[in-house]
Structures are given as structure tokens and as C-alpha cells.
């Protein structure tokens, strides 16, 4: 969600020049450390607010104030990045609704509450206009929460394929020295949460007939930190000899990201639910053949370019990693099918298609 809110604020402005963009967000530490977060931009506003994000947000969800037009001033429309918006009264706003993993899966987001449900409920009814990123979230939309379909764009997310290029070699062998990583790896990019089905995947390469490391790359998630143990466990019940090959190299920056991308042999992305699914472009972007899920929205961003298995089926997944392993002519078939499917999704079109809702949505509340 922050690479999603960053890049389409930097998106926005080269493709609405006739519109004001203004990103309103709370930054504290700016009192100490001034410039703008969006240098660079041209033809967007800054207004942050100097407030503390631990006092702003409990008293705004409590009382309903301040308003955010009280702070940034009026504005015919508003795009709320992340779920739920700031309080305001002007009627223009389109939340942004990532993923419906909080009710298929709330075992995996104890954060939300029931006022917290009940205040995305109002807004949904509220809202002109709703974005979701991929036809499954818009599915799974309707169905659970009843709003009419013909209120909600899909929207796809983009991704800067540019810089996703694979890293220089010495780039990814520094890399691998520091992560102690030898020999090929087949690499999972995200959080270490249970909606990723990573113990599934540790016990799947655990009985792949395989030359490879598994590397895991990303860090526990604040809302549920028992996640990473359950993983570690998962690991420690594999045979010595595969133990040595699983590397966990904690979370990681864009940089490093990049060099552990551009040196792997595959990605493993077996994600038992996704709204959207970035690491899969950010693989096609770097040349790297993956394996992901059937399910949710992942076929619908993939395509034909990836390995597609039942995240539920050990033995579909154990398979799919050994045929990509073993097979260098399949490998280098997805590979290249990736990077031509990839084209197809930019923050520049991510950027122009929510301009157009914004503009709907002005035009209806107003």
C-alpha cells in the first residue's frame, strides 16, 4: 500500500495538468527535517500537516475532526490511498480498496476491530466512487459488502519496470556474500504473514528434488509478529541437509530487493490471497520466471506468463518448483513472457485511469 500511494501521487500530476493535485499527508518529523517528500514532482502541491500520526488518527476516528479541508483547504474530489479516508464533509471521495483479506481471511488481520469495520462500511456507502486494483477484489466486493458494481473501477496497479532491471553482477554477488546464499535460489519476496502460505512453501521445497536454496526475503508484520516463529518451526522440521539451504535474510530495502531478484533462479509467490500481487511484475520486470497462485487475483496478473498451482496443494507446488528448476527452456519461455506482459502495466496508466474516477467522482457529488 505505501508503494502504491507513493508511486501514484508521483503519477498523478504528468497526467492530469488540467486538475490541482494536492497530497495532503501527516508528517511530524518534517518540524526537524523540512523539504518536500515529492521533490521532483512538478505540478504537485504539498501540504502536510506537523501533527504526530499517534495522536492524529485515535482523536480524528473518535470525533470526526479536524476536517482535512480545515487543513489543506476545499477540493472537489479525494482519493484515499488506503482504505479509509480522513474525516471530511465534502461528498467527492473514492477510497482505495486493496483487498477484502480482512473478512476471507481475519485470522490474518487481528488489527482490524469491529470499529473499524464499521467505519469502511460507512464510507463504502458514502463513497462516489471505489477503486480496486484487479477484477477479483471488485469481485469479492460485491459479493461481501453489496456495493453496486457499477460504482467500482478496476484499476491495475503499475510498476516501474525501468528500475526493476536486473542488478550488475557484482551488485547481486555482494548480495549474496553478506545473505550467505551459494549456488541457485529460488526466492520469496513479501511479509512474513499467513495469508503468504510460506510454511506451505518451506515444506513443498523441503520435498523438492532440488539443486537450490530457498531464500525468504521480508520481515515479520507488526499485526501479527507470531507469524515469523511459526515459520522458523516450519523450518526446523525440515531434514538437516535442507535446513542449511533455507536462508531467511529478514526484511529488505529496494536495492538489495532488486539484487536478490536479479539472482534468482525463480520467485516463489504462493499467496493464498492477494488483492493485486506487485512482486509478480516486479519478477516479470527483472527477467525472472515465477511460480504463484491460481487463486484470487494472481492468475488475473500473471496470465499465461507465469507457473500457476493450488497454493492448498503441497504436492502441485512441491512439482512446480522442481519443473522450473530442473527446466532452463521453461525458465527462459516465462521469463520472456513476463517481460513482455509487464509493459502492459505502468503508473502512468494506473495514474490516468484514476484521474478520470476523480473527475467522475467531482462531477456526481458535486
Not at 163 to 178: K, L, S
Amino acid at each position: 500500500m505505501g508503494q502504491y500511494a507513493a508511486n501514484i501521487v508521483r503519477h498523478l500530476p504528468g497526467t492530469a495538468k488540467d486538475d490541482e493535485i494536492v497530497a495532503w499527508y501527516l508528517d511530524f518529523r518534517g518540524v526537524v527535517r523540512r523539504g518536500p517528500r515529492f521533490a521532483g514532482v512538478a505540478g504537485l502541491t504539498e501540504h502536510p500537516s506537523r501533527i504526530p500520526a499517534r495522536l492524529f488518527q485515535p482523536f480524528s476516528r473518535r470525533t470526526g475532526l479536524p476536517r482535512v479541508e480545515w487543513l489543506t483547504g476545499s477540493f472537489d474530489a479525494l482519493l484515499a490511498t488506503n482504505f479509509l479516508p480522513p474525516s471530511t464533509r465534502i461528498p467527492g471521495v473514492v477510497p482505495v480498496v486493496h483487498d477484502l483479506a480482512f473478512d476471507l481471511y481475519p485470522e490474518t488481520a487481528p488489527h482490524v476491530d469491529r470499529r473499524w469495520r464499521e467505519r469502511f462500511a460507512r464510507q463504502l456507502e458514502r463513497a462516489a466512487r471505489v477503486i480496486v486494483p484487479s477484477g477479483a477484489t471488485r469481485d469479492d466486493l460485491v459479493k461481501l459488502h453489496e456495493v453496486d458494481p457499477a460504482r467500482i473501477d478496476v484499476i491495475h496497479h503499475g510498476t516501474d519496470a525501468h528500475a526493476f532491471r536486473p542488478a550488475p553482477d557484482g551488485v547481486v554477488d555482494e548480495v549474496r556474500r553478506r545473505h550467505g546464499i551459494e549456488g541457485p535460489y529460488v526466492l520469496f519476496l513479501g511479509g512474513l504473514e499467513p495469508r503468504k502460505n510460506l510454511e506451505a512453501l518451506v515444506r513443498a521445497f523441503g520435498k523438492a528434488s532440488v539443486d537450490a536454496s530457498l531464500v525468504i526475503a521480508g520481515g515479520q508484520v507488526r499485526w501479527f509478529p507470531e507469524a515469523a516463529d511459526r515459520i522458523e518451526r516450519a523450518i526446523e522440521d525440515l531434514p538437516v541437509a535442507i535446513r542449511a539451504r533455507v536462508v531467511r535474510t529478514g526484511y529488505v530495502r529496494r536495492k538489495e530487493k532488486l539484487a536478490l531478484l536479479s539472482g534468482a533462479q525463480v520467485l516463489a509467490y504462493p499467496s493464498l490471497y492477494e488483492g493485486f500481487g506487485l512482486p509478480v511484475l516486479e519478477a516479470f520486470a527483472a527477467s525472472i520466471p515465477v511460480l504463484t497462485s491460481n487463486v484470487s487475483s494472481l492468475p488475473e496478473v500473471a496470465g499465461d506468463a507465469a507457473m500457476l498451482v493450488d497454493p492448498h496443494d503441497p504436492a502441485a507446488m512441491t512439482e512446480g518448483l522442481e519443473q522450473l528448476c530442473r527446466d532452463e527452456d521453461l525458465r527462459r519461455v516465462l521469463a520472456a513472457a513476463g517481460t513482455a506482459r509487464v509493459a502492459s502495466f505502468t503508473w502512468d496508466r494506473s495514474a490516468r485511469a484514476t484521474v478520470d474516477t476523480l473527475r467522475l467522482a467531482a462531477q456526481t457529488s458535486g
